[in-house]
């Protein structure tokens, strides 16, 4: 055993557990993908096998067009897009005044906004219901099953604008004295000097908006419909309940639906923990 | 009170006073509209009979007398405390169980928190489907793991029995029907649920636990104290801030959970025998199934948030008096 390092034999035992621990987290994952590729005759077999016998690629291709999840994805990204964009631009102007500008009220403002954060979604989303129902425009319920329900109540973001507000106060307040001397606007300061200096606390913004809009479920289950507006969680969860017994199915959408988050996790996941963390997470 | 003058430099010009409103605007006006404006109306509208966006009469506080004495209510109230009794130390427990496994600087710390963080940006309707398949009766992979250990296979997802039931009976014990517990099936939702969020757990104690300043391990090491009593006497006091945001983090999500419950129980959704309804399935079937009552779902919307609302007000008084700082 001359490979092993002392300090591996010193904690064996741990590194043990915490394999342990990650074959747990891996093999659901594993069984996802695996049942994705089983055919009829390797699905109904008791004990199951642990890998398809008989691969079976054409779940995917299947699964793909019976229900339109082409419209799904296009909904979840196009959704997700302009809340990111519409979060950064509210977040970013009003921190900006918390953080920089004096005026009347601030305090007060910014606390009655934080408070907002008390009250978990399940508790509004029947008076949002209401309300978007009566709001003027979109089709024949108001708001309800169009893509204002899914994207305006979701524009501004009080967790942003607080965690934006604490980036921008730890600036140097001299940073501002000397940016007006050079005759500096508020304009040509937010583009010039918070912008650039910004990066990370705007990609943490961005990232867990992004991914909180991918994963949401219960709102766009209540708001919308029809597929024309459904989100892929809410359609791959009908799929699931229309194709309850067709498990090979199932798994493929499963696999494509968290695909492209996956990727994205394991390109980005530092930032992805760290923004997750920083700022809490959805059901 | 903030002064009248603007004195940020940045205000100069005769639009200084009015400038900070307008970057306020656009954040304000949704906030206002989309958060402020429903979380007050939810309290009105649950004083009136309302279906699908359209208000109707005033009923002033039936809608409550009706879900007091709702037997149904009731019922999901007790699953969801289940729900929480059961999520909570386990979660709890088990991330910061690996939590202090992971810290120290091991090697493969990196992969190690990739991977037990993956189920967190994983989607819980992705999530729930997988684990339905693991937990089914005939082809899942938990029953196949337990015959291959020679153990009896067990219903999961489609057993109403409650566990204390079901861990006494093979002892000859008939437990009345008040004491049986949990029923298997939302164990099932329990066990997944904690498994999505260990990892978002996990990050939280490390960054807790590396707070913790080395000097007082030195100090306990010189005083003689094994590993035993490090934990007991520097990490446990130290960690209590952590612990506690935690515990209250996950108990209040805890009280939400509902999209592993309507993708995994059923059908009906909240099967088998009512045993996995919660209240917010209760709250959405009620208020969006046909026939549905917008204001009678809008009454059970603010008793989950009574009881949210305590939990916060008590976190926020113990933070204040009770939790050891370093």
Request: proline fraction near 6%; aromatic fraction near 16%.
């Amino acid at each position: 055993m001359r490979s092993v390092s002392p300090a591996f034999r010193r904690n064996w035992a741990i590194h043990l557990m915490l394999l342990a621990g990650a074959v747990a987290f891996v093999v659901p994952f594993y069984w996802m993908i695996s049942t994705s590729l089983k055919g009829p005759e390797d699905l109904f077999q008791a004990p199951p096998t642990w890998y398809p016998e008989h691969p079976r690629v054409e779940n995917f291709s299947e699964a793909w067009n019976t229900v339109p999840f082409p419209r799904y994805f296009f909904n979840t990204i196009f959704v997700a897009v302009c809340i990111v964009a519409g979060v950064v631009v509210t977040s970013g102007l009003s921190a900006f005044a918390f953080a920089f500008l004096q005026f009347r009220g601030r305090e007060g403002i910014f606390n009655s906004f934080l408070s907002t954060m008390m009250v978990p979604e399940p508790v509004y989303i029947i008076s949002s219901y209401i309300l978007l129902y009566n709001l003027p425009g979109g089709g024949r319920d108001g708001w309800i099953n169009d893509y204002s329900a899914l994207i305006v109540p979701w524009l501004a973001h009080v967790f942003s604008i607080f965690l934006l507000r604490q980036h921008f106060l730890s600036f140097p307040r001299d940073l501002v004295d000397a940016a007006v001397i050079d005759g500096c606007g508020p304009v040509r300061f937010i583009f010039q000097i918070i912008l650039p200096l910004s990066k990370a606390a705007l990609t943490t913004v961005c990232l867990f908006t992004f991914i909180n809009t991918w994963n949401s479920f219960l709102w766009p289950l209540v708001m919308t419909n029809s597929d024309s507006i459904r989100p892929i969680q809410v359609g791959l969860a009908f799929f699931a309940q229309e194709q309850g017994t067709e498990h090979g199915l199932m798994m493929a959408a499963a696999v494509f639906s968290i695909a492209p988050l996956l990727v994205v996790y394991f390109f980005a996941q530092r930032q992805i923990i760290e923004s997750l963390t920083h700022t809490g997470l959805k059901g | 009170m903030a002064d009248l003058e603007p004195t940020s430099p940045l205000q100069r010009g005769k639009w200084g006073h009015v400038m900070p409103y307008l970057f306020l605007l656009p954040a304000a006006i949704i906030i206002v509209t989309f958060r402020l404006l429903p979380i007050l109306s939810a309290l009105a509208v649950s004083f009136f009979d309302a279906s699908f966006g359209k208000i109707r009469g005033f009923v002033g506080l039936d809608q409550y007398a009706k879900l007091f004495a709702d037997p149904e209510f009731w019922n999901s109230a007790v699953n969801t405390v289940w729900f929480v009794v059961g999520a909570v130390p386990l979660s709890v427990a088990t991330s910061l169980f690996f939590a202090l496994l992971l810290r120290k600087g091991i090697r493969g710390l990196g992969l190690y928190r990739t991977i037990y963080f993956l189920p967190v940006v994983t989607s819980f309707v992705a999530v729930s489907m997988v684990w339905k398949l693991i937990f089914h009766v005939r082809f899942g992979l938990a029953n196949a793991l337990i015959e291959k250990m020679g153990g009896n296979p067990l219903e999961w997802l489609e057993e109403p029995t409650g566990i204390f039931e079901l861990m006494l009976r093979p002892l000859g014990w008939d437990l009345p029907t008040w004491a049986e517990g949990p029923s298997l099936a939302l164990i099932c939702v329990v066990i997944v649920s904690v498994w999505r969020g260990i990892g978002y757990n996990v990050v939280i104690f490390l960054a807790g636990l590396q707070n913790i300043p080395e000097h007082y391990y030195e100090a306990a090491r010189i005083d003689g104290a094994g590993r035993a009593g490090m934990f007991r006497h520097v990490t446990w006091p130290l960690l209590t801030p952590t612990t506690f945001y935690v515990v209250v983090m996950t108990t209040i999500l805890s009280f939400q959970v509902f999209a592993p419950i309507y993708l995994m129980t059923g059908p009906p959704v909240g099967g088998p025998l009512g045993t996995t309804n919660v209240i917010v399935y209760y709250l959405f079937e009620k208020g969006f199934d046909a026939g549905g009552n917008m204001g009678y779902a809008s009454a059970v919307a603010l008793v989950l948030f009574a009881v949210i609302l305590v939990l916060t007000l008590f976190q926020r008084k113990v933070v204040e008096k009770r939790v050891h700082y370093a």
